[in-house]
Structure formats: structure tokens, C-alpha cells
């Protein structure tokens, strides 16, 4: 629905309660920055990724200056730096990201133009990506994280809180902003997404992005979605409209469209030499630029000429004390760049529980339950049980995991213990799960959401990529905790959907720890270790171990927590040393039935208990990997990888691997046990070996 209020009527005298010649200063600055680089920088290849924001500028700033409230956050893109200039980033800091210098956004890690600005203390700017629509369902995350302070653990100071997110004509049309879209008007979240129309993405029309190119029109009749449409870049009414959509946010905690049409006065990046625009296009475009918009708005009602020469002056003296600044940083140390991938002690500054205080409670790795033998999915459920019982901070989401209590029943009862505001439905959108959990990790909870099975994290493979890498590419700025649950594998029979395993996906994913355990007792000791500590999890629930009898075990007590990249010794022998993980551990132990066998569970994939698997290949000089998953470059070649480069003269014979062929699982049960490791094949490699 459109606001009446907020609809433009007439040409007013600038508003007075607007700080106009900070809005001047910092559109100058903005554009000084621009040319400077244009001119010279890109030039003289020392900034070589430009996206100019010329004619999104005013706009932006304007926007800017209305967050205000210590908890509002914002996540743009790579034409945003007005708004940051406008967060209160210094322009020093600005420019050297932009060089790629130490210091800065990310120490020179990543490109340039994708910003990040942690503030404890005023609004911030999470990180931003590449991935144009990937700023979306983060920023719900965050909306939605604003609710839960505010409502759930009344901490006031959340309650006008709002989440910002900006996006070009051409990212309405991604996944993202439809999932986040959905999240936020079926959560009713204090979000504002703000729309920056330029007509093009690149070089394609919006009428490609949406039908008619005007997304505003086309969702006025979507629910819980108060509409707001524009000229980005008249003063008056962007001023209007920007302050409008942040107090209707602020006010009503519910989400705003607001749909600015800006023009892109230069091509898409410097690169871009816009032959697919007219001249006349170009030319209509330029007549439409909010620079002089803004003098003749402000000059001489606030300002006098003299003044804003003055001001231009200034702004340009600006740019160049910030290029000095900028050129004179160094570049890091490359020996540095592997660094701060997973959390190493010195933390983050934004992000988890941890910053805000966190300091896990005292566990152990010794096991103290005798009690009865429980399966896998009662050992998950308890121990997910236990953490929220004693922190507030940890929420659970995902499809059917509220009332039904999940397909596997692993939070079967938790949502009618902890309440709909702690465990909760969601939309069916897996990148909508994962992004929203990414940005309720930022903002300091500890989501643990559910993939209903393996495969169907697919569609949040962005947001899983980019979940991992946020504490290296912010240089430790950020970090984004969460644990990822999600059961996979065969099961009864297989099918290409609900059995992959897949593993090694993530462990390829820089960031994310992997944890796969084979039974109930080391899935509580790794998911209390997940739940409690600074670094993405992914938490592979396999589905034959769920309820299988061998993985049953008593509880092993609420201290208990095992770390990660320690692995169990299932048997202890001389001759061989079998490394396996998940569903191929039992079928391994019985294999190494009567032979002197190490048979190693890893436990964890990432990192992996190298020292073990190589101390006792070093002793059994014999080697046999097993997994479910697809040999090719399964994880099984790393294993063996290193094995041949650090023991190969320990060996007596080949490196092993036995594992799935490279197919997707079959379903009828007689195809999948001829394509899973069988314990008899298990036992007839281990048999070759030993001849060999
Ligand atoms: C997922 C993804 N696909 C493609 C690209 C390459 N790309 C970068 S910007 C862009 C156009 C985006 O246009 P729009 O959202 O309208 O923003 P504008 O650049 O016009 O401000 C494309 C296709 C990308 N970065 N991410």
C-alpha cells in the first residue's frame, strides 16, 4: 500500500530539522572520492575495481543520516559508500579498501568496493558481497534478531531499532530478495529495503528485472508491505521519503519498500563504456543529476554561493588528505592472509555471543552417564535442550521444526517447551534459513537452523560460502557463529534428493568447521562444542545413525563436549589402519572383525585429526579409507593425500580408498547396497591389502 503521507505534494523550503551542510559536505566528498578515483587512481592502476555511485549519492546519504539508534544496521553494495560516508566511515579508510592497503575493511582481502563497519556504539554496515541479492535475507536476519532483544530478551535499547538493505533495480529479481522479502512480512520485521532504480543492471533493462520495471507497482497489493516510490535524486523529495520510510519502520516494526529512481550518471564500473545507452539516454540522464539539484535547492536558503565553493574546495582538500593517507598504508604482510579464517583467539568485534561477553561454562571430555542407552536423535534433542535451557541466545529454525518437530523428530516437544519466538517454522526457502541466520549470528545470537535434508541446502549455497568467509574477509571485523544442522545419507533405500552426503562440499567452504558424527554419544560432545564455540558449524546428522542401535549410547552428561579434529579410536590393531566417518563406521568395525586393525573415526572433517590417522599408518604402514560419499575427489583423496606425502616411505602398500561410485544414490535398496561400502566389500579390501 502507498502512504498517503509520504506522497510528494508540493515543492517545501528545506527542512530545517535536516543537517543540510553535512549532507553537502558529505555529497561532495562522495563525488571528489569518485573523480579522484576516475581521474587518477583506476588510471594509474591503484584502484583497479571502481563502481561510481554518482547520482545514487544524495539519496544515500540521506538515508544515512537517519540511522541513527545504536542497533541499526545496514547492508548495501558495492555502490554504497555514500551511505558508509555517511555511517561516519572515514574517507582514509574508504579510499586505501578501495587500494587494497592494510588496515581498512579487510586488510586488502577483499575487493574493494564491498564494505563492512562494525560499530558498537551507532549504526552499522554489516558485511557486505559480490553476490548482488546476497545482502537480502542477512538483513532480515538482523531485523529479525532486533525483535527477538527487544521482545524477547527486553533490552530496550533494540526497540526502535531497524535493518536497512540496499539494492539495485536489477537485485529484485534474485533469489534473495524474494526469500527476504517473504521472511519479513511473514515475521512483520523492522526492515526497510531501499531500492536504488537506475533503469540498468549493467547493461540490462528493469524491464527485464520485473514486469513494466517498477517493482514498486507491482507489490502494492503484498501484504504487511507498506510501498513507497520517488525521484531519488530531487532534495525534497528524497529527503522526504528517506526520513518517511525510516520512521514508518521505526514507528509501525514493519517492513517498508521504498523504491528511489536514481540516475547512473557513469557506467555500470569504470570499465563500462555504456554503448548500449543513447546519447540522448546519457544526456537525459545527466539533466537528472542530483548535484546541482542540490545547490539549487540549498543555495541561497541555507547556503550562499561562497559557501558551498567553499565547501567544494574543501571536500576536494578532503579526498586528497585521504589519498595521502590511504597511499602512505603498506600493504600486509602476505604471510598474514591466511589468518583469521577460523576464530584464533583475538576476537571479533561484532558478532556471536562472545563479543558481547560469552565465556562458555566448564566441560568435559570424559563421558558421566550411566544411563540408559539413548539414540542419536533423544542425544541431539537433549543436548539442543540443555544449551537453550542455559542460554537465552541460542533459537532454532527451520521447516517443520516447530509443532511436528522436524521430519527426523530431532526438536520434537523444544517449541512447546521454549515458545514459537525461540523455535520456529519458516518459509520454505533454504537461502532464506541459512541468510537470516547469518544475520542473527551477527548481531550476537546463536542460530541453529535446520536443512531438512543434506541436498537441499543447495539453494543456500551463497549464503553457506559466504557465512564461512565473513571473519577472513572482514580481517576479524565480523563473524558470523551459527550452527548448521542437517541429516543426509542413505537411509532405508536412497534417492538422489534425500541421501547425498556430500561432506567434502563444506569442508571446501573456507570458514565452516564439519562435524559428522556416528553416534549419540560423540553428537552430543561435538554439537555442545559447536553450540558454544566462535566459528561456523556444519553438523552432519546422518540419517542411518539416527535411530541405528549401534550409535545408541548413554548420555554422556551436560559438561560433556568434545573438540573438534579429534579423532576416536573405534579398535586398536597393528596390521592396518582404516579411517572412516558417519554411517561406515560400524560397517568398519565389523569388517575388521579378527584382524589387527586401527579403525579410526574421524568425527570431524574440518580440521581433521591428521596426527592420528598418520601416527598409526606410520605403526600399520597399511591404509584403507572408507566412505559413503563419491570417490572423485571425495574427502577420502585428501586423507590419502596426505598419507602419501608424509608416510609414503612408511608403507607397505597403496593408499586404499573404497567409496560410492561417482552416481547419486540409488533408490531401490538392492541398487544402493551395491553401490554404499558393504561390510563384506569392506572386508574383502582390507583382506588385499593385508596380502599385498
Ligand atoms: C549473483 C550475481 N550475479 C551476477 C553478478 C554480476 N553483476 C554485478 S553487478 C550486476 C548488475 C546489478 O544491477 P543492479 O542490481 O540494478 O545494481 P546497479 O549496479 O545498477 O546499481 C551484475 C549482473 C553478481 N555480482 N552477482
Redesign the pocket.
Known sequence: MAHAALKPDRRNAPDESIDWKRVVRLMLISRALDEMEEKRLVPEKKVLYQFSARGHDMAQILLGLNLTEKHDAACGYY?SRPLLLALGVDPADALGSAMARAGGYSDGRDIGVVFNYPNLNGPSALPMC????SQYTPTAGWAQAITYFSKHLNDRDYDRAIAVVL?????VASNGFWSALTVATTQRLPMLFYI?D?G???SVPSTFQTPGGDIAANLAAWKNLTVLDGDGSDPDEAARLTRGAVELVREERLPVLLRVKVP?LEG?SFQDTQTYKSEELVRSEWARDPLPRLKDYLVPAVLSDDDWEEACEAAKAAAERARIDAESRPVADPATVTSNVFFEGRMQTMGGQYPAGYRPPETTETATGDGQRINMVTAIRRTLDHEMSINERVVLFGEDIGPKGGVHAVTLGLQEKYGTTRVFDTSLSEEGIVGRAVGMALAGLVPVPEIQFRKYAEPASEQINDCGTVRWRTNNRFAAPLVLRMPGGFFKCGDPWHSQTNEVAFVHQPGWKVAVPSNAEDAVGLLRAALRGNDPVIFFEHRAMLDHPWARRPYPGDAFALPFGKARFIRQGGDITIVTWGAMVPRCEEAAEGISADVIDLRTLMPWDRDAVLSSVRRTRRCLIVHEDLGTAGFGAEIAAAVADEAFIDLDAPVSRLTMPDIPSPHNPVLLDWAVPSTERIRQKITALLEY
Open positions: 555502490r559480490g553476490g548482488v541479492g539494492g539495485g533495480d536489477g537485485s536504488e537506475n540498468f543492471g549493467i547512473r555500470h
